[in-house]
């Protein structure tokens, strides 16, 4: 089924008006207008694009939003629909990218200087320990690329409660992009063209490397 995710999701970046894993994709709008308000499908959670996702500036997202969610991806990619919600924080770009490859949440320069040169930047993190969401600072949650980025790490969180395991660590994103992808699809945007993660540079990502 995980491998079904990553065909898919090649497929909607090689053949546009190809859907890819879970709701169908409207047609492509113009990026700079996003719709005002969204309702996510299969819940009463409306999203006001443009506005924070946060209550207050600075604080994580709600609760509520995350439950929302939660549920969309259970709804579409058979995850746990009931998982308690992970804590949500935020956390500068050199100590989340810091976390991604090395597990230790730290800006200090020798624990920086263990990050592999030349990487892709690492937008937000999981850490399954104590499963706690690392957003980036400044992040609203105002447009979809920003919430996708939430989808994608609820993802993470979920598929821990629910024990699966992967390969490796790298494969337990494929699943994860193909949501966050989805859920762009959803507003007429995929990752390419937010992220600039085309097939190949997926691909490539997602092999465990021994």
């Not at 990553?6 to 894993?21: E, H, P, R």
């Not at 969204?38 to 009463?44: E, Q, R």
């Not at 999981?126 to 949650?141: A, E, H």
């Not at 994103?173 to 507003?187: K, S, T």
């Amino acid at each position: 089924m995980v491998k079904r995710f990553l065909i898919v999701l090649l497929a909607g970046f090689a053949l546009s008006g190809i859907a890819t894993a879970g709701p169908p994709a409207p047609q492509r709008t113009d990026r700079a207008q996003p719709r005002k308000s969204v309702v996510i499908p299969g819940t009463a959670y409306e999203i006001a694009f443009g506005k924070s996702a946060s209550a207050l500036p600075g604080e994580p997202p709600s609760p509520a939003l995350l439950k929302a969610i939660a549920t969309w991806l259970a709804s579409n990619f058979r995850l746990p629909r009931d998982a308690p919600v992970p804590r949500v924080t935020f956390a500068s770009p050199v100590q989340i990218a810091t976390f991604r490859y090395t597990g230790i949440l730290s800006d200090r320069p020798d624990d920086v200087a263990a990050v592999p040169p030349g990487q892709r930047e690492v937008v937000a993190v999981y850490d399954p320990v104590v499963s706690t969401i690392y957003l980036p600072q400044g992040w609203t949650g105002s447009t979809p690329a920003e919430l996708s980025t939430l989808v994608h790490e609820m993802v993470h969180h979920l598929q821990h409660k629910a024990g699966m395991r992967y390969e490796c660590g790298q494969a337990s994103e494929e699943l994860a992009y193909a949501a966050q992808d989805a859920w762009l699809r959803m507003f007429g945007r995929d990752l390419a063209g937010d992220f600039e993660i085309d097939p190949f540079t997926l691909l490539v990502s997602l092999r465990c490397i021994y």
